[in-house]
């Protein structure tokens, strides 16, 4: 079994995700990437990685099926030996007013964003509970908290989160695991590069700190919370928004 510390990221191929584990990587922890597109896309990733002088392992899976993830994870505990530290990334947008808002929208959503949350937790805590160690950071967002128009169905999901890690904490605790949540503001990724110069204008407006956040800025606040200096922490929603929302 590895020395190092093992850290199961999903969605980590590419965005958010994926600098988590860079940064995680540089921090000597092995990196079980769990992710729904194929190997190729996080091969840059993987690279990265691998020059930190730890192992990394793709497995491709859907967060939210639930047999899907309990395999994956079984495999990842053969191939590592353990998870120390897990970080509930993966989550979609689709974005709709209720009124055009169908049923399936609303169910992909809140099956990849919280239903893929539960499914990581569920089968990674029997073996953190064994250790008597875990780390559980799942990525929500400040929409969660303060609810956004046309993204009832993304909103809902992370509010989800919320609830979840509070439960989480409460029930784990004992067996000294650990669950927060991250909620970011605006963070240039894919996403936001998409938005014209006016939009982002409107959106500097919302935000004190008159700028997006960086991935590192959320990479950052999950490597404390899993870190020992956050060992007394557990049960918080940790904003990383500029002060957009408070
Ligand atoms: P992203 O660039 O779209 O990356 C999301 C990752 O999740 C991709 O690698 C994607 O894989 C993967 N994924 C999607 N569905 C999956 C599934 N069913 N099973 C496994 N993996 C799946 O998103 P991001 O901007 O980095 O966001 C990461 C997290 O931060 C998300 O939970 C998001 O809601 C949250 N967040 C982001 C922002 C922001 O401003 N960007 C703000 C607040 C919160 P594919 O490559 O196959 O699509």
């Not at 990733?45 to 730890?54: D, K, N």
Request: glycine share 8%; charged share 25%; hydrophobic share 45%.
């Amino acid at each position: 079994m590895t020395d190092h510390k093992v850290a199961l990221i999903t969605g980590a191929g590419r965005g958010i995700g994926a600098t988590i584990a860079r940064t995680l990587a540089k921090e000597k922890m092995d990196i079980a990437i769990v992710d729904y597109a194929s190997a190729e896309t996080a091969e840059e990733t993987l690279q990265a990685i691998a020059e930190e002088g730890v192992s990394a392992r793709y497995y491709q899976c859907d967060v939210s099926d639930f047999a899907a993830t309990k395999a994956a994870v079984d495999q990842i505990v053969k191939d590592f030996g353990k998870v120390d530290v897990l970080v509930n990334n993966a989550g979609i947008t689709a974005d709709k007013l209720i009124m055009r808002m169908d049923e399936a929208d609303w169910d992909r959503v809140l099956s990849i964003n919280l239903k893929g949350c539960f499914n990581m937790i569920k089968h990674v805590t029997p073996y953190m509970m064994r250790k008597r160690y875990g780390r559980i950071v799942s990525i929500s967002s400040v929409v969660g908290l303060m609810g956004n128009a046309g993204q009832a169905n993304y909103a809902a999901s992370k509010a989800g989160i919320v609830g979840l890690t509070k439960t989480v904490a409460k029930e784990f605790g004992a067996r000294n695991i650990t669950a927060n949540a991250v909620a970011p503001g605006f963070i240039k990724t894919a996403m936001t590069d998409a938005l014209s110069e006016e939009q982002k204008q409107a959106m500097y407006k919302l935000i004190p700190l008159g700028c997006l956040g960086e991935t590192q800025d959320i990479a950052n606040a999950v490597k404390f919370l899993v870190s020992d200096d956050a060992r007394y922490i557990t049960g918080v929603v940790l904003k990383v928004d500029g002060g957009m929302y408070i």
